[in-house]
């Protein structure tokens, strides 16, 4: 029987990331995998294939309705070919995923293909495709089994018509209309996709707001954005059942007022959120509890109940971000060799990938007030900037808010072009407890869609704004 230092269950973003910091660390690691491909939920069916699709779609957007503005005449008409697409979502999936594997034979992680489960706290067995069953011997095991989509109790997916967005990411047909159900990111990411191509999409969010977890402000400017891109939505509505006859779905939904309301597409997309995946593992075997969610319990150092036995990502608390995942495998593999990293959850960014881009890190101003802290607000439209007009992506804006007796920044939340990536911004002052006058003497190039952060900065230091 094999012995290593550290097994690792799951090839995601956390487990891999974990798998190699354990390497560098000097430990002798192995990583379980039950499907044939590395990377998890992200990088096979998640992050990175959607934004792949929405780049794709992105791209036949701008020749479709943007293209002549700029001068730029294509003759004959601009057609989606969805199987070139749908195709080229898969060549960037590949090339990710078999990125993966190089780095583990890199850094001499051995790998197992087959399904990981615990015979005791320190055995593992792995039960293969061809049916044979191998058992390796970890000194410390780290669970990074991810999650799965959620769907509700009444509806039955049928992965054909009745879809997740597993299967949303690889139609064979761009739907005539597209009933989502659910208003969060990954809804509202592949209902953009979708209505790019020329999809009908109509939102029925259960909440009386869409991208429910973030300020308040950016819901109600992304709706608004989205709504001038002829996306439908309904708030406030809880369905109650999704009905499959031939080639077209029946979504049912109670409005805020209890009056039936009946929505009628070719697909329906449920994105209701994900659970944790823990099936399979046994993890009565080894005495690893679960918390009343159905979440592997762990104490601050991502620790279970067993001393031995770690878990990360996806199947823990906190929010779902593979990001987020990838920190806490960097943690659990420092921790190990008696290092002492640490997390600072408040500051894991959050971030909607449709067009224009949302990006949040820090409190909220729901948050502030519920808190009763004393905050002050900058805020920044994007259309003020000289590159936000020369690239025709004006809609959005930065909003700071920052303490209102020390000026150290609380909160960064942003809509438009870029924001995912000048999130990272906000990132690194409120890393340093920066306060909104340090972002504000700080020098961004122009032009630049950065130069927002700098006026709201400006904006939340005694309303200096230059350029509104």
Same mark, same amino acid.
């Given at each position: 029987m094999t012995q290593y230092d550290v097994a690792v269950i799951g090839?995601?973003?956390?487990?891999?990331?974990?798998?190699?910091?354990?390497?560098?660390?000097?430990?002798k690691t192995a990583i379980i995998e039950k499907y044939g491909t590395l990377g998890g939920t992200c990088l096979n069916v998640g992050c990175i294939p959607s934004k792949a699709l929405l780049d794709s779609s992105h791209h036949y957007e701008d020749a479709v309705k943007h293209f002549e503005e700029h001068g730029i005449e294509i003759p004959g008409e601009v057609k989606v070919n969805l199987e070139k697409m749908i195709e080229r979502k898969q060549a960037v999936v590949d090339q990710t995923c078999t990125g993966v594997k190089f780095l583990m034979d890199k850094n001499k992680i051995d790998v197992f293909e087959g399904l990981g489960s615990f015979k005791d706290a320190t055995h593992v067995s792995i039960k293969k495709n061809d049916g044979k069953t191998e058992t390796i011997e970890a000194k410390n095991t780290i669970i990074a089994t991810g999650s799965k989509p959620s769907t509700l109790p009444f509806i039955k997916l049928d992965k054909e018509r009745i879809i997740?967005?597993?299967?949303?990411?690889?139609?064979k047909e761009v739907p005539k209309h597209m009933?989502?159900?659910?208003?969060? %990111?990954?809804?509202? +990411?592949?209902?953009?996709?979708y209505k790019r191509l020329g999809a009908e999409v109509t939102v029925v969010e259960?909440?009386?707001r869409i991208i429910p977890g973030m300020d308040g402000s950016l819901s109600k400017e992304l709706m608004k954005v989205l709504k001038k891109q002829k996306m439908k939505f309904n708030l406030s509505h809880k369905v109650k059942s999704v009905e499959r006859k031939g080639k077209e779905v029946i979504v049912k939904a109670d409005d805020?007022?209890?009056?039936?309301?009946?929505?009628?597409?070719?697909?329906?997309?449920?994105?209701?959120?994900?659970?944790?995946?823990t099936d399979g593992l046994n993890l009565e075997a080894a005495g690893v509890k679960l918390d009343d969610r159905g979440r592997v319990a762990v104490n601050d150092h991502l620790q279970t109940n067993i001393s031995n036995i770690y878990a990360i990502g996806d199947v823990i608390r906190g929010a779902m971000l593979a990001h987020k995942a990838e920190e806490e495998g960097t943690l659990v593999a420092e921790q190990l060799a008696g290092q002492k990293p640490h997390i600072d959850y408040n500051l894991i960014p959050g971030v909607v990938y449709t067009w224009p881009e949302v990006a949040a890190v820090g409190k909220t101003e729901e948050e502030l007030k519920e808190a009763g802290v004393e905050y002050k607000t900058g805020q920044f439209p994007m259309r003020a900037l000289g590159r936000a007009r020369a690239s025709m992506d004006v809609d959005g804006f930065v909003k700071i808010l920052a303490d209102k007796k020390t000026d150290?920044?609380?909160? %960064?939340?942003?809509?438009? !072009?870029?924001?995912?990536?000048?999130?990272? +911004?906000?990132?690194?002052?409120?890393?340093?407890? !920066?306060?909104a006058e340090d972002i504000a003497r700080m020098s961004h190039a122009h032009p630049t869609y950065a130069e927002a952060v700098k006026e709201a900065a400006l904006a939340a230091t005694d309303d200096r704004a230059l350029h509104v």
């Open positions: 090839s995601g973003p956390g487990g891999y990331v974990a798998a190699i910091r354990c390497a560098q660390l000097g430990m997740t967005s597993t299967e949303a990411l690889r139609l009933i989502v159900i659910g208003g969060g %990111v990954i809804g509202l +990411e592949l209902g953009q996709v259960y909440m009386d805020k007022k209890g009056q039936e309301i009946v929505f009628t597409g070719d697909y329906c997309l449920v994105s209701v959120g994900r659970r944790p995946y150290e920044v609380l909160g %960064v939340h942003m809509i438009g !072009a870029r924001c995912a990536d000048l999130i990272t +911004e906000g990132v690194t002052a409120m890393e340093f407890r !920066a306060s």
